[in-house]
Every structure is written in C-alpha cells, then in structure tokens.
C-alpha cells in the first residue's frame, strides 16, 4: 500500500456514551488507530451540542456524529457557519423508542397486541392522544436527542404515518442521550427515541417499554457518522485517510459476535460507555427486549457496523434526511436536496480508503431506499454485495 505523509498525528475525537461509539472505541483499544501512525485521544462529551461545538471551533479534531450533524451544520441551521463533511458512515440503526410503564399500560387497553409492531403501536398511541384530549389532559411528551437527528426525524415520521401531528399533537423535546432513562423516571416525560444502552436501561429497571426498535420503521436506517469540518478535511488530507482506513478496519473486527463480546468488555470501561455489561446484550449478542417481564427477541441486525455497505456514506441517506428537513420546515422548500448531499456526504473519499484496503465499494453512491424487504445484492467492482432489508415500516417493497 502506498504511504503518504501524515499532516497531523495526534487528535482528539468526541463521542457520546452509547453503544454506536464502539467504532472509534476499537480503533484506540484494538491499535487500528496506532497502525495508521495516529496517537488518537477519545473525549467523552454530554451532549451532541458539545461535539459539534467543539469540532466548529477545533477543539476537537472530529467526532461521533448524529448523520443529519455535518448536513445541519454545512445548512448552518445552528447558526455556527462552519460547515462539515463526513467520508464514513459509523453505522445503521441502533435506537427504539421507549415509553413508560403508565402510558404503556394504558395503550394496552386500547390495543392487547401492542408489543414489537410499530403500526399497532402508533395507532393505539393516536386513539390515547384523542382520548387525553377529549378529557382536557395535556399532551404527551415524547424526547429525542437532538434537533437534527435520525432519532427526531424517524419518530416524527412514525408519528405522522398514522395522522400523528408532531407539531400539535404531542411535546416534542431534546434531552442528551445519558439523562433519558431518569427523565423518564421523573414523569419528565412519557417516552424517548434514543439509541443504546438508554432503551435497555429503562426497561430493565421497570421504567420503560420499548415499543418498536427504529430497526422497525427503516431496516437498515442511517444513525451514525465521523463528522469534521470541511477546513479540516483540506488541510489534513492523509491524516483523514489514515483516520478512515482505521475506521473500516475497526467496523470489520466488529463483524463477529465473538469479537462483539470482546467489544462489551472494552466499551463498558469508566471512560466509555459506564454501564454493566449486561446492559450491552442487544450489541454484543444480537437481542433486544422490549419488556422486563418478557424474554428478548433476536434482533441481529439491531447495530450494524460493516456488513450490508454500513460504512459507505450513501448520498441517498443524505437525501432522505434532506428531505424531512424540508418536510418539517428546517430547510427551504426550493433547496436543491441533491447538490446539498453531494456537499456534504462524500463518497469519493471513502472509495479512496475502501481501494487502499480493497474493500469493496457500491458502483453507485445513491440507492433506492425503501424498495427492498429482504436482503438482496448490489453490484460492486468486485462482484456483489449482500445487502439488508431497507423497507420502511409503512411501505410496500418490489421484493
């Protein structure tokens, strides 16, 4: 492999505790950063602001990013103007949607086959709504993580899907990911979309019921990225390589369940991700259970960090962010949802690592999202790639 000079070796990246941080978690424990010649620091923040604060100002080299981050943030929806890239998807799916105990119980009224289906569960949500309102009781508080975040965007989607209004019907919130589980507890709210361990947190201390994984509204949903500043990317060009490279090297060990159990131990170290580690099952075994009292069901594509083109940035993924932005008012109706994605998501970049490393790249960078129900294979350089399911719950699939 061809060597090239590093512009920067030592760097620190931000990361929030939860199990989708494993990637960069890996590459410092496992040496993949190391072997790429980066001495990298990982800085465990409280909330998604701080990181996107701290990589627009340089205090932070890059970090663990929501997918909609760099695009909101290129928009300068958060007024920084300091816009960003990413060249590296860190992941698909990962999150649920959790209620308390109380609500769950009175959606149980309204619908006895609740659990683990996500068209039940919404319907039955929308009748309580009505029900609350007729009887002059305020609406029910649901939390996400971040304004701009797949968490936000697919909640409201589900949401929607049934006549739900976001907007009017419930309390929309944002609350950082580790102050979920006691915001729950505290009446705070009624419900949250966050990713792991939050969900599996709530629900084994009797808190919370998980009423559908966001594995359940879009198979294979984009969650995670490597976000940095534009700025940066050009001035560090083969550190970002070498940074990349690290990363793909990292989702491939973390393929393996064996490897995942491994992972579990290193992740719920102090510094990491603080939990026991049983409170990582969903990650490193592949389950998820959505009620204490009921047994876990096999969710093994609950996190997925390589397999199915998981790292590849798609531009469609972009584009479907994109596209609820606009749908919810956060980007101007006559905005250009492809050049935006091109801007921002950046897969020539990722191919020029994945070629180093010969992994196999999709000959496209867009997809049809939403077209396909089972796994099904996508033509590469190299042959074909098995990919997932990336059915949206309330769509019909080709296949």
Partial sequence: METYTLEKTALKLGFIPLTDCAPLVIAKEKGFFAAEGLAVSLCRETSWANIRDKVATGLLDGGHMLAPMPIA?????????????????????????????SVYQKLLSI??????????AALALKELIVNNRNDGLP?????????????????????????????????????PPPLMVSALQSGQIDGFCVGEPWNTQAIAQGIGVALTSTVGI????????????????????????????????????????????????????????????????????????YHHDLPPVAQPDFNVFYRYAATFPWLSHAEWIIGQMQRWGHVHANANISELAANVYRPDLYRQAAHAMAIPTPLNDRKQEGTHLHPWQLPCEFGDLLMGGDRFFDQACDV
Wanted: aromatic residues 10%.
């Fill in 111 to 120: 619908q006895p086959e609740l659990l683990i289906h996500p068209l039940r």
């Fill in 218 to 289: 879009w198979q294979n949903s984009p969650e995670k990225v490597l976000g940095v500043t534009c700025n940066w990317a050009k001035l560090y060009p083969n550190t970002h390589q070498a940074l990349l490279r690290a990363l793909l090297n990292s989702a491939q060990w973390l393929e393996t369940l064996e490897n995942r159990q491994e992972a579990c131990a290193l992740l719920s170290q102090d510094q990491y991700v603080p939990v026991d580690q049983n409170a990582l099952r969903t990650f490193s075994q592949g389950y998820f259970q």
């Fill in 139 to 175: 609406p029910l508080s649901f939390a996400h993580v971040f304004p701009f975040s797949c968490h936000h965007y697919l909640l409201r989607y589900w949401l929607s899907s049934v006549g739900i209004n976001p907007e009017v019907d419930v309390r929309l919130l944002v609350i």
């Fill in 73 to 101: 943030a290129s928009l300068n929806l958060d007024g920084l103007q300091t816009p960003m890239l990413t060249a590296i998807s860190l992941g698909l799916g990962g999150n649920a949607i959790t209620i308390s105990e």
